[in-house]
């Protein structure tokens, strides 16, 4: 079974089109988490309307506590093996899930990251480069410490790791590069060089592709430099519960 973990927030501009993207992918078994943190854009008869026509919609209501926590809300919720992680306004291309799900037949890999071509409002491709072009994405612990390379909306990840992700730590303040840094730690993270969505670039994006101040990256990464100390910890439980130690 597939799960797909969907964060909201006033989306509903995109949502049909996201969701119509995703569900011609999954199989009737499937399901999508669909956490709201707000409805207030007027979207919430159009929602249910969406959870009534297709019984793989399932909505919960957000903890509102911004989208580490809505996102750690809908893992929470999800029923499936493996977990799609999903924004509100991309566009999956039509053969994500099954190149995703190929990847995951190799034993060892608990994430796969896959590559994303940039669109605006439109639908229109913005340039040539590509989200690992401007992520210069790699793998390694110092290397995502230093520049990440893990973005949620391209991510996918096996259900028995939630015990080492959740809960998030409140010093993390992104759950993507939390996610992948565990996967790292845990045996490898599968890389798809392919572009598996159409990742839309707005202004209403909750991220952005820049960094912030200097004072702020700094302070950011003592903070995640703490929270490896917790993942490590976490780690070393899992392992031993699993009979790998």
Not at 130 to 148: C, E, S, V, W
Request: glycine content about 8%.
């Amino acid at each position: 079974m597939i799960s797909v973990a969907l964060a909201y927030y006033n989306g509903k501009r995109y949502i049909e089109k996201q969701l119509a993207s995703i569900l011609s992918q999954l199989g009737p078994e499937d399901e999508v988490v669909l956490s709201v943190d707000s409805d207030s854009d007027g979207s919430e008869g159009l929602l249910r309307h969406l959870e009534e026509r297709d019984s793989r919609i399932r909505l919960i209501r957000g903890p509102a506590r911004g989208v580490v926590r809505n996102f750690e809300h809908a893992i929470r919720a999800c029923r499936g093996e493996i977990i799609f992680l999903s924004d509100q306004d991309d566009i999956w291309r039509e053969d994500k899930v099954e190149k995703v799900m190929k990847a995951f037949e190799d034993p060892g890999k608990d994430v796969v990251l896959h590559n994303a071509e940039l669109i605006d409002e439109n639908d229109q491709v913005q340039c040539g480069a590509t989200m690992f072009d401007y992520r210069q994405t790699g793998t390694g612990i110092l290397k995502n410490l230093l520049k990440n390379s893990y973005v949620g909306c391209c991510m996918a990840f096996r259900s028995r790791i939630r015990e080492v992700v959740l809960p998030i730590p409140e010093e993390m303040y992104m759950h993507d590069y939390w996610i992948g840094t565990a996967g790292e730690k845990l045996g490898g993270t599968g890389i798809l060089k392919e572009c598996l969505i159409r990742y839309r670039r707005h202004e209403n994006n909750v991220t952005e592709m820049k960094h912030g101040s200097v004072a702020f990256m700094i302070k950011k990464r003592i903070g995640i430099l703490r929270c490896l100390r917790i993942l490590d910890r976490r780690i070393r439980k899992y392992r031993i519960s699993q009979g790998l130690s």
